[in-house]
């Protein structure tokens, strides 16, 4: 069975401009959740999407904000980028909410210059 | 408040057993994971264990939680160069959703000849 897929795996992007990550969920799953990764703040939550809806957010301004197909695949989105926003985000599927594991797939990269 | 805590760095030899420790502050937690990142991908899940088991145990791997003390532990036995990676542990605040983890920020095991 496939892994979680992201995509691009990196980017590069300029200050101002805005920015859409992709993401496939394992087969079957419908729970897909945002992660940041840097190396001040470590992993930190961003948000997760449950039958096309989301269902918890984290502290994170409204520049970041996501959403979910029928087909569970997600999407997030990053506008006015700054400096600060370059990290590894990290996507993440489990069958459902709060019963089974979170499944990371390998990120995107995202560089701010 | 939310807060996971682990040693930031362990050297063992090869061929000997690696202890990873954590500490967590959220008694509520119902799933506690451990997960290995190596340079340059995404987090791989290693195990986890539900808030009601004292251990688990896979191949090499053990876990060990001890609730009162909100301590658990990561054992690798016939710790190989190959298991050289950053190991993160993570809860799930019930207040927080299932699905928000909260990492901590990772020990990186180094494994020398």
């Known amino acids: 069975k496939a892994g979680v897929t992201q995509t691009p795996r990196y980017l590069i992007k300029t200050r101002g401009q805005q920015v859409t990550l992709s993401c496939s969920p394992i087969?079957?799953?419908?729970?897909v959740s945002w992660y940041q990764q840097t190396p001040g703040q470590g992993l930190q939550f961003l948000f997760e999407y449950f039958s096309e809806t989301q269902r918890n957010k984290g502290n994170f301004p409204g520049r970041f904000s996501g959403r979910q197909f029928s087909n569970s695949r997600s999407e997030m989105n990053v506008s006015t980028l700054e400096l600060g926003d370059s990290a590894l985000y990290l996507c993440?599927?489990?069958?459902?909410?709060?019963?089974?594991?979170?499944?990371f797939g390998n990120g995107t990269r995202l560089t701010v210059t | 408040g939310e807060d996971v805590e682990q040693s930031l760095f362990l050297s063992v030899r090869e061929g000997d057993s690696s202890v990873i420790n954590c500490t967590y502050t959220?008694?509520?937690?119902?799933?506690l994971y451990w997960y290995k990142q190596e340079p340059g991908a995404g987090l791989q899940l290693l195990t986890y264990?539900?808030?009601?088991?004292d251990m688990k145990q896979d191949q090499r791997l053990t876990v060990l939680l001890n609730k009162k003390d909100k301590h658990l532990s990561l054992r690798i036995a016939d710790t190989q160069t190959g298991d050289s990676a950053i190991y993160f542990c993570a809860e799930t605040p019930l207040s927080g959703g299932y699905n928000k983890l909260i990492f901590g920020a990772g020990t990186r095991l180094a494994v020398h000849p």
């Open positions: 087969s079957g799953h419908r729970s």
């Open positions: 959220d008694s509520s937690s119902t799933y």
């Open positions: 264990i539900f808030s009601n088991m």
């Open positions: 993440a599927s489990s069958l459902r909410t709060g019963e089974s594991p979170l499944h």
